[in-house]
């Protein structure tokens, strides 16, 4: 093993500010505090204004790339971070997202070694709504057949090399860049997927308009259709978990025309 290798960090943790600037110091606080030393972090913002990253400023010297974008899409930020990650896998984080233990590294670390490189390291995460009470969902293959998309990306690790052979992430999708990915590794003959019971980042709950709700729905119908065909979009169309959307809506709707 060449001392390139040897020298790679095992992840490159890249930070997406998009929002909730005032929220990165967490973020990254989570990330310094990590026993385990290999990794590095780059943090893309899309705004040059000091009063928006001045969360940033007791970082900064822990911080290997700090780079400005003008573009706010999804998909090519994370491409901007892919372009400039040197380490064996990626992880995305956004501002108020946090490694919820010291040790969360120091676990993938021995998880990598102990399954020989895997290209998708898939954690269970705490799926959040507005009207109830977080809920951790564990993902496997079975999970997804049943109707059920790995979201989100942030309990998601990648090998870099992976998603580079694959052409990176596709901007065409404007929210689900990373939905499509793991469809993609999904495919893959030789793929090594691994799921994971535990929790390992936690999320600020940032309430998303209906837009955006509409346009992920939309997005996930068009890369199933893509990856998969017409029946298996249909097929997953039928099973989808249609109750709790009906359910949060109604929520919505109470909370809206009935609470004090």
């Not at 990650?85 to 990598?112: A, M, N, R, T």
């Not at 893509?226 to 298996?232: A, R, S, V």
Request: glycine letters at 2%; hydrophobic letters at 45%; aromatic letters at 14%.
């Amino acid at each position: 093993m060449d001392k390139e290798h040897i020298d790679k960090p095992i992840v490159s943790i890249v930070v997406l500010l998009r929002d909730f600037f005032h929220l990165a110091n967490i973020t990254m606080k989570s990330i310094v505090d990590q026993t385990e030393k290999s990794f590095e972090i780059i943090v893309i913002s899309t705004t040059e204004q000091k009063r928006a990253l001045v969360m940033l400023k007791p970082y900064m010297d822990k911080i290997k790339t700090l780079e400005y974008s003008k573009e706010e899409s999804l998909p090519l930020l994370m491409n901007k971070g892919l372009k400039l990650s040197e380490g064996k896998y990626i992880h995305f984080l956004f501002s108020g997202d946090v490694l919820v233990s010291k040790y969360v590294l120091s676990y993938l670390k021995d998880l990598i070694i102990e399954k020989k490189d895997p290209q998708l390291i898939s954690c269970a995460f705490l799926r959040r709504d507005e009207f109830l009470n977080p809920e951790a969902i564990g993902f496997s293959f079975d999970y997804f057949r049943r109707g059920k998309i790995p979201m989100n990306i942030q309990s998601c690790w990648f090998s870099i090399e992976t998603v580079q052979k694959l052409k990176n992430f596709n901007p065409r999708y404007k929210v689900q860049p990373g939905f499509d990915m793991i469809c993609k590794i999904f495919l893959k003959k030789d793929k090594k997927v691994i799921f994971s019971n535990r929790v390992l980042t936690d999320y600020q709950f940032k309430k998303r308009p209906s837009k955006l709700i509409l346009l992920k729905a939309f997005e996930n119908l068009k890369i199933i259709y893509k990856n998969f065909g017409l029946f298996k979009t249909i097929y997953w169309w039928a099973i989808h978990d249609h109750f709790r959307m009906l359910k949060l809506f109604m929520l919505s709707l109470k909370r809206a025309f009935w609470s004090p």
